[in-house]
């Protein structure tokens, strides 16, 4: 069984930063892409940003510029470094990843249990 526990959600003001951390964790032989997405009140579930095991990154256009995703293969864990915040950026935040969990067995797609990011005005 594959978990993802993230961290670093909180409140800030407007133009400040906060950093999120998703780690991955259980039987894991390897993980191709993972992301961040983020789900607003009221509105579905949206890509911010992902990463391939080889670090290609790609980025929705609301966050380019402002967010860097980030990820350490060897400890199974991704970042995303969000600044210039926006009131816009409120949202629940989810962790996600393509996990195998053997040499042959199958793709899974976890999802963690989100992290509340909070922009004040």
């Known amino acids: 069984q594959v978990q993802l526990v993230e961290s670093g959600g909180g409140l800030v003001q407007a133009g400040g930063s906060l950093r999120l951390s998703c780690a991955a964790s259980?039987?894991?032989?390897?993980?191709?892409?993972m992301g961040w997405y983020r789900q607003a009140p009221g509105k579905e579930r949206e890509l911010v940003a992902t990463?391939?095991?080889?670090?290609?990154?790609r980025y929705s256009y609301s966050v380019k510029g402002r967010f860097t995703i980030s990820r350490l293969n060897a400890e199974n864990t991704v970042y995303l470094q969000m600044n210039s915040l926006r009131p816009d950026d409120t949202a629940t935040y989810y962790c996600?990843?393509?996990?195998?969990?053997?040499?042959?067995?199958?793709?899974?797609?976890?999802w963690g249990q989100g992290t509340q990011v909070t922009v004040s005005s």
């Open positions: 996600n990843a393509y996990v195998q969990t053997t040499v042959v067995g199958p793709t899974l797609v976890i």
């Open positions: 259980g039987t894991i032989f390897s993980i191709n892409t």
């Open positions: 990463i391939t095991s080889g670090q290609s990154t």
